[in-house]
């Protein structure tokens, strides 16, 4: 009889332990599954501050670049207008040199 009641205590303590043992697996599953969600956040916030860096410095060398490419622009007019200034000069007299006759 002695024999029975140990064997059904060790058997109710081993559900306990099983229940336990489940009870402790969830949470470490739900603490896994909340560090995974919290990590992905993480990764998702620095590769869109990432994205919004390359964006930024894309704009800046982009604006750059256009200043320079204006500058170039304007100083490429005005040599072209300093040379042609003397040959419109010319023309012009060489014109009214034709119509005064």
Same mark, same amino acid.
């Given at each position: !009889?002695? #024999? *029975? &009641?140990? *064997?059904?205590?060790?058997?109710?303590? /081993? +559900?306990?332990?099983?229940?336990?043992?489940?009870?402790?697996? /969830?949470?470490?599953?739900? +603490?896994? $599954?909340? @560090?995974?969600?919290? #990590?992905?956040?993480? %990764?998702?916030?620095? @590769? &869109? @501050? %990432?994205?919004?860096?390359?964006?930024?410095? /894309?704009?800046?060398?982009?604006?750059?670049?256009?200043?320079?490419?204006? /500058?170039?622009?304007?100083?490429? $007019?005005?040599?072209?207008? %300093?040379?042609?200034?003397? &040959? *419109?000069?010319?023309?012009?007299?060489?014109? !009214?040199?034709?119509?005064?006759?």
């Amino acid at each position: !009889m002695e #024999l *029975i &009641k140990k *064997i059904k205590e060790t058997e109710t303590q /081993a +559900q306990q332990i099983i229940e336990k043992a489940k009870a402790e697996v /969830a949470e470490l599953s739900e +603490q896994a $599954r909340t @560090r995974r969600h919290e #990590l992905l956040e993480r %990764a998702q916030q620095q @590769r &869109k @501050r %990432a994205a919004e860096a390359a964006i930024d410095e /894309a704009r800046s060398q982009g604006q750059a670049e256009a200043e320079t490419l204006k /500058a170039e622009a304007e100083n490429q $007019r005005q040599q072209l207008r %300093a040379k042609a200034e003397p &040959k *419109i000069a010319d023309a012009v007299a060489k014109v !009214m040199n034709y119509l005064k006759g």
